[in-house]
């Protein structure tokens, strides 16, 4: 893979200015490299529904993975890199080379000034039987995004401050079935942040939001653009009662309409809760509710269920996480998120009324075997069921699936 064409190039330029800039020692390295290997077992690679032939398979996944996270006085680079090349023993056709890079920068240009900047981008196979509008498939369809960011704030008078930021987001599908679905977005918001004390801020913003689907429908040889047009008000708090607890509130007022797809549009509200709590020195719990229109949620607050668009008209989710150290070097996770999504307004031409419920729950082990080698092995069980007795549309099915595997990592630091 050629990474110069690639979003790795932000990462390559991050690493060489860590390894030529001051020098730092080894127990605290900004750097690192590694590489990782590992072996799952999946069943209903295609999450097809009962009624159709199993079809199980064995993936190897190899790693090279690098990172850096460094300070120069008062600002701070920052980056990690995933290539992974994958490789199936009965679906051979499936075999991909994906990455996965997230970089950044956090400047301040003096006490009252500051920000971020951030790039990333991802390379993977696109999930099968996605639901909703979305085909089916039983080949193989990669999808890649790309994203950037900027974020600036300013302190006033006394504990306000005045933040603005922006974002801009692609992603595209390999397959020609997946072409109405290649979407892209630019969204800024401007607002207010008020900090009463060092655990507590509220905050305002105006948030405006422009995407489209630059291959909805294809007409007289021609392609038909869909154009989003969003307008939101977020409201915003973040609240450390505790060295132990935090929580983080988001409330959305917020009106989407489509030039193309009318039924996508929206007016009403979302909003997220986020809790997080360490109940005991070994044992913590993380806790995500949200209430989101599609597109609103995967750009903007990420998808507990993968990088995948949600063009469904609004999703209602419920994540659970628990983390807990049996010792030193051993360590048990387990999560488990639910998913309802109401399609009555879902994104295309061939919507039917209805919902669906995502179920995915997983647990894990991984073992510290010594400052630079980890061995993590993790079960996950995805299921989908209809809330209405008819297919929602001619392409959402319901499915069961599981997957089991292991993986050793070792990273020089």
């Known amino acids: 893979m050629a990474l110069a064409s690639t979003p790795a190039r932000p990462l390559i330029a991050l690493l060489l200015a860590g390894l030529f800039g001051s020098g730092a020692h080894a127990e605290s390295s900004p750097y690192y490299v590694g590489t990782s290997l590992g072996l799952t077992r999946v069943a209903n690679v295609y999450r097809l529904d009962s009624a159709q032939p199993a079809n199980n398979d064995w993936v190897t996944t190899g790693s090279l993975l690098a990172g850096i996270d460094q300070r120069y006085g008062r600002q701070r680079i920052y980056g990690n890199l995933s290539l992974n090349a994958n490789r199936y023993r009965h679906n051979s056709l499936l075999n991909n080379t994906a990455y996965q890079l997230d970089s950044g920068l956090d400047w301040s240009a003096f006490d009252k000034l500051g920000g971020t900047l951030t790039a990333g981008g991802s390379k993977s196979l696109a999930e ?93 040889g021609s392609y038909v653009v869909d154009r989003v047009r969003r307008k939101d008000l977020d409201l915003t708090a973040n609240w450390q009662p505790s060295a132990l607890s ?37 044992l913590g719990f993380n806790t995500t509710l949200s209430r989101e229109t599609g597109l609103d949620s995967t750009p903007v607050n990420g998808s507990p269920f993968g990088n995948e668009i949600d063009y469904n008209r609004v999703t209602n989710r419920v994540r659970l996480g628990a983390d807990y150290a049996m010792s030193a070097k051993i360590g048990l996770t387990a999560s488990y998120a639910v998913a309802k999504r109401d399609q009555r307004n879902s994104f295309g031409v061939n919507s039917v009324a209805g919902s669906d419920t995502l179920t995915s729950w997983r647990v894990g082990l991984n073992w510290s075997a010594t400052r630079n080698a980890l061995l993590s092995c993790q079960y996950t069980h995805d299921e989908r069921s209809l809330g209405q007795a008819q297919p929602i549309s001619p392409y959402t099915l319901p499915y069961s699936a599981n997957s089991m595997g292991c993986t050793g990592q070792y990273m020089l630091r």
Request: hydrophobic share 30%; net charge positive; glycine share 12%.
């Open 246 to 282: 935090s929580l983080s509130a988001r409330l959305s007022f917020g009106r989407a309409t489509h030039s193309e797809a009318g039924s996508g549009s929206f007016s009403g509200t979302t909003g997220s809760l986020v809790w997080q709590w360490q109940a005991l020195p070994k």
């Open 128 to 220: 099968f039987n996605p639901g909703g509008d979305k085909p089916s498939l039983t080949i193989k369809n990669v999808l890649t995004t790309k994203r950037a960011g900027a974020s600036a704030r300013y302190g006033l008078a006394g504990q306000l401050s005045l933040e603005a930021r922006a974002n801009h987001y692609t992603s595209r599908y390999s397959a020609s079935e997946y072409l109405p679905y290649n979407y892209e977005q630019n969204d800024a918001a401007v607002g207010l942040v008020y900090r009463s004390s060092p655990s507590l801020s509220l905050g305002s913003y105006g948030r405006l939001t422009r995407g489209s689907y630059p291959n909805y429908r294809l007409v007289g």
